[in-house]
């Protein structure tokens, strides 16, 4: 954690020692509104003892990342004991093969001492966004499946105007139009369609950023990249399934459609 202010807890905090507390930046603004704790005073419950803030700490996240953070004040631990804690290690090779040793090392303090839930931080990031990231990832299976439904209901409806409208392109073929003015008038009224969907489907967004705000990390809900990136992938889409009844269009025999007529 990043020292803010003040100082940490250091080895002359011993038990014997005025007691002396280190607070998070959340707490300092809590109760101090320039954030200024240091020389103040604080207890942990109602019966506890006081403690001088000696210093401020920036806040972090020691739960769920995906929570707002909380207020924390840290105590050395000779000076306020508790019955379990936690032991970090920092290590620069594999962690995971160091479980063994640690538990060696620390039979080798206190035998009795019990040692368990050990993890590796990376084991407690993903237990931490276990449920989100599976939550997105169901979303991200539903959203390419409505791609997909979308894409093949836009070919339907545009192939389907197609074949009714065989006459009509035989004749503008016969009149002198290019295939590539059917094509395109073809692909217009497709993609009027499809903007017409994008509209409608941006404010749906809009207003439905309250609810999915929750289940985002280190993304906002109405970041513009990933909003126009979900646009242009849905147009690509539609363009697609319009282009292929167009590319039909093209190929229509105007003498076969003038005969049917």
């Known amino acids: 954690m990043a020292l803010k202010r003040g100082r940490w807890i250091e080895d002359r905090d011993r038990a014997e020692s005025p007691l002396v507390a280190v607070v998070d930046e959340t707490l300092a603004h809590r109760y101090w509104p320039d954030g200024d704790a240091l020389g103040h005073e604080i207890r942990l419950g109602r019966n506890g003892p006081w403690r001088t803030i000696v210093g401020v700490v920036a806040s972090v996240k020691h739960g769920d990342l995906g929570a707002d953070a909380q207020r924390y004040v840290y105590v050395a631990h000779v000076q306020a004991p508790f019955l379990e804690r936690d032991l970090v290690?920092?290590?620069?090779?594999?962690?995971?093969?160091?479980a063994a040793a640690i538990r060696q090392e620390i039979r080798a303090l206190d035998p009795g001492?019990?040692?368990?839930?050990?993890?590796?931080?990376d084991d407690a990031l993903a237990r931490s966004v276990g449920t989100r990231r599976l939550t997105n990832r169901t979303l991200a299976a539903f959203s390419l499946?409505?791609?997909?439904?979308?894409?093949?209901g836009i070919y339907g409806v545009m192939a389907l105007n197609v074949s009714q409208r065989v006459q009509e392109f035989g004749v503008r073929v016969a009149l002198g139009a290019s295939r590539r003015a059917v094509l395109g008038l073809v692909l217009r009224q497709g993609l009027r369609l499809v903007l017409i969907g994008v509209g409608l489907g941006l404010a749906a967004t809009a207003w439905l950023t309250r609810y999915l705000g929750t289940l985002l990390f280190g993304v906002a809900p109405l970041d513009p990249l990933v909003i126009a990136g979900a646009t242009a992938t849905l147009i690509a889409a539609a363009l697609i399934a319009c282009y292929l009844p167009a590319r039909r269009a093209t190929r229509i025999d105007p003498l076969r459609a003038l005969r049917a007529m």
Request: glycine fraction near 8%; charged fraction near 10%; hydrophobic fraction near 55%.
């Open 89 to 98: 290690v920092r290590t620069s090779i594999e962690p995971g093969g160091l």
């Open 113 to 121: 001492l019990p040692f368990y839930d050990v993890h590796t931080l």
């Open 145 to 152: 499946a409505a791609v997909l439904l979308a894409a093949v």
